[in-house]
Structure formats: C-alpha cells, structure tokens
C-alpha cells in the first residue's frame, strides 16, 4: 500500500534493475540481478541511509531513482508522481526536483571551468534567477556550503577532495531540489574532513528541509547522519528501520557484520 503524498517524498514499490550476463546458452540469457524487488520510502525532510557492501546494488538503485538507469520493473514515485512514465520535457522538468552527489567529485567537475562556471551553469540553463543575478547566487551557494567568496575563481586541481565536495554539493543545491542523493559522498575523503562534509549535508537538511537518500558502505557514517536506514545485501533490503533502533538491536547476520566492521570489532 503506498503511502500518503504527505508522509513519503519517495516509494519505490518492486524495484527491479536486471542487467545481462554472459553469452545465451540454448536460447536462454543469463542475468545479474542488482537491484531484487526493493520497496522503499523517504519521507519528506529525512536523510534515509542506505547502506552495504561493494557490489549489493545500492548505487544502482540510487541512479534508478534519478533515471540514470532504467529499473527492468517496479514503479517509482517521486510526489506522487510515476516516474518511470515520464519523457522528454515532463522528466527533465522533474529532473530540477532532484539531484545526485557522486564519490568522486573530481570525475564531476570539469576540469577546464571556474567553479563560479560550474556553478552558474545549472542556474543559467534551467533560468534559475536572472542573469544579472546570477554571480549573487553563486556567492550564495558558496556560502551554504562554507566556501569563500575567493573559490569562484579557482579551477577544480587548485582545490582538495573536501573542497570540491563541497562545489558538488553547491552545484546540485543551484536548482534547488526537494531531493538529493549523495552516493558514497564522503567514502573517499580523510576521517576529519569526512566529518566536516557531512556537517555540509546536515546543516543543508536543518536550513532548507531537503530529503536526502544517503548511499554508504560505512554504518558508522550512517549513525552519525542518516535519521532511518536500510541495509540492502544482493539486491534486497534485509532490514529497515529508525537508525538507532536498527544500530542497537541488528538482527540479520549480514547487518552484525557490517556493524562489527564500522566499530573495529573482529
């Protein structure tokens, strides 16, 4: 049963994201299932974790969500509104409501632009403010996620890792969606500014209420960010639930293990 427009953001009923594998054999296809009839919510203002291991599909749902890659079957519900139904201008019109942070920031980022381009890109294309606004929302943007009006000017080589998060985060915040997913936004970063990143996120969360589908290998950052979680194990989610309820009273073996990882526990 799905839920009411005013508690969910997000449903995901029955996903499934199958990809081809291998060669046929006497007619028949072999397939990976990466993604296993997954049902799903975030509400409207939560940051929902999902969490597991390299290869157990949770990225791809994530790109699911936006369309990135299209789901073999299931629906998904973005406001009420069947996703998987929409073309052309009706998708890209939604495409404005939400918007994704990769791992790698620097893969993201042209290389060749100013970061007050890169900003400013998204701003001019979708005719966010009017020209002649366009360099105040970008100091804007900057300031939201602790940068100096000074960055503008700088190319993505002249920052480090933590820093060009940062304009990954301010870039997707420039079309001022109600959704983001930040896929593994802080995996590759150091454990001091792997914390300052996810103040970024949390901070964004409590000014403009924005709902976010947090994908980590790593409970321990999900305890710290994410206000439900579930945990997703070949293709299916194994357990969800409140992030406290689910951190304190694990029950699946795959979950204990993931737990004993983030706490350094053999």
Do not use: C
Not at 211 to 231: G, K, P, Q, S, Y
Not at 239 to 245: A, I, K, L
Request: charged share 30%.
């Amino acid at each position: 049963m799905m839920s009411s427009r005013s508690d969910a953001l997000l449903e995901l009923r029955g996903l499934k994201i199958y990809f081809p594998f291998g060669h046929r054999w006497f007619g028949r296809r072999e397939w990976v299932r990466a993604v296993d009839g997954v049902d799903l919510e975030v509400r409207r203002g939560e940051i929902f974790g999902l969490v597991g291991e390299s290869g157990s599909g949770k990225t791809t749902l994530g790109r699911a969500v936006l369309r990135l890659v299209e789901p073999t079957a299931g629906a998904v519900r973005f406001d009420g509104i069947d996703v998987l139904a929409l073309r052309g201008r009706e998708l890209r019109r939604m495409r404005r409501r939400f918007q994704i942070v990769f791992q790698d920031p620097y893969r993201s980022l042209s290389p060749r632009m100013q970061i007050k381009s890169l900003i400013a890109e998204p701003l001019r294309l979708h005719r966010i403010v009017p020209e002649g606004e366009v360099e105040k929302r970008v100091l804007e943007l900057l300031g939201l996620v602790g940068l100096e009006p000074y960055f503008m000017y700088r190319y993505p080589h002249e920052m480090s890792g933590g820093q060009r998060q940062r304009v990954a985060i301010a870039r997707a915040m420039a079309l001022e969606p109600d959704f983001l997913v930040a896929d593994e936004p802080v995996s590759a970063l150091d454990v001091s500014v792997q914390a300052q990143i996810l103040n970024v996120l949390l901070d964004l969360q409590r000014r403009v209420g924005i709902a976010m589908l947090f994908i980590t290998h790593d409970l321990a950052v999900v305890e710290r960010i994410a206000d439900r979680v579930a945990v997703m194990y070949q293709g299916k989610i194994v357990e969800t639930g409140e992030t406290e309820r689910v951190l304190d009273h694990a029950e699946p073996p795959y979950t204990r293990r993931l737990l004993a990882a983030a706490r350094g526990v053999t």
